[in-house]
């Protein structure tokens, strides 16, 4: 079975901080592994995606992650954080087979002040 | 492309008043999926649909929920006699799955309140 962790439920940084978010999976064949950014009372915005090609992977907004299969991690990181970057962010692993159903992990709240 | 529109937005009923929640896809998407999304939690997933065809259903998804995808187009959420345990986020994606791009695309959400 595959699963989600996402290490640190509250992150809280200085505007123009770097900003890091852990995400650690567990899969038994290799993952397909993304990051979705949640805004209050808002659906999801997928932010970045890892199917097997390039290791590091950027996404929108300035972020990009680094898929670590040696430590099973997919971190999510942006060199200068913003106060609009200040939302729910989501680490997810895609289930193989033919529909792709995805498992979350419970999320990070980050907030940035200035 | 109008995205996956989702309605209501919000939805707050008494317990044990059956409701129901529409979900349209973007037009040539053809997998459809529903989540479930509580406070201070990750989206759970409930079920997912290939065209009409609904294909798996989680445990989570009790007697009193059902999900219909006539027609492989829009996709309806049923929950008869509602709880206060249902209380939740209702999301909606979907995907047309080609050159091994699994990305989704999500909805707003209808936020269900019981009370």
């Known amino acids: 079975a595959q699963s989600v962790t996402q290490l640190g439920s509250h992150v809280s940084v200085s505007e123009g901080a770097l900003v890091l978010l852990r995400c650690n999976y567990s899969?038994?064949?290799?993952?397909?592994l993304f990051w979705y950014v949640q805004y209050p009372n808002q659906g999801l915005q997928l932010l970045l995606k890892?199917?097997?090609?390039?290791?590091l992977v950027k996404g929108i907004n300035g972020f990009e992650a680094e898929f670590k299969k040696s430590e099973t991690s997919f971190h999510l990181t942006k060199p200068s954080a913003h106060m609009s970057d200040a939302a729910e962010y989501f680490c997810?692993?895609?289930?193989?087979?033919?529909?792709?159903?995805?498992?979350f992990g419970a999320g990070t709240r980050l907030a940035v002040h200035p | 492309d109008t995205g996956v529109s989702q309605d209501p937005r919000h939805k707050i009923t008494k317990r044990g008043q059956n409701v129901t929640f529409r979900c349209d896809p973007i037009?040539?998407?053809?997998?459809l999926y529903w989540y479930r999304q509580t406070l201070g939690q990750g989206p759970e997933f409930l079920t997912y649909f290939q065209n009409e065809a609904q294909l798996e259903k989680s445990r989570l998804l009790s007697d009193r929920f059902s999900a219909e995808r006539p027609k492989g187009s829009f996709s309806t959420l049923e929950i008869q006699r509602t709880e206060q345990g249902d209380s939740a986020m209702y999301l909606c994606?979907?995907?047309?799955?080609?050159?091994?791009?699994?990305?989704?695309?999500f909805g707003s959400g209808t936020r269900l309140t019981v009370v």
């Open positions: 899969s038994s064949v290799p993952p397909y």
């Open positions: 997810a692993v895609s289930t193989t087979g033919g529909y792709n159903k995805l498992i």
């Open positions: 890892y199917t097997s090609a390039a290791t």
């Open positions: 994606a979907s995907s047309y799955p080609t050159n091994r791009d699994y990305g989704y695309t």
């Open positions: 037009s040539e998407h053809n997998r």
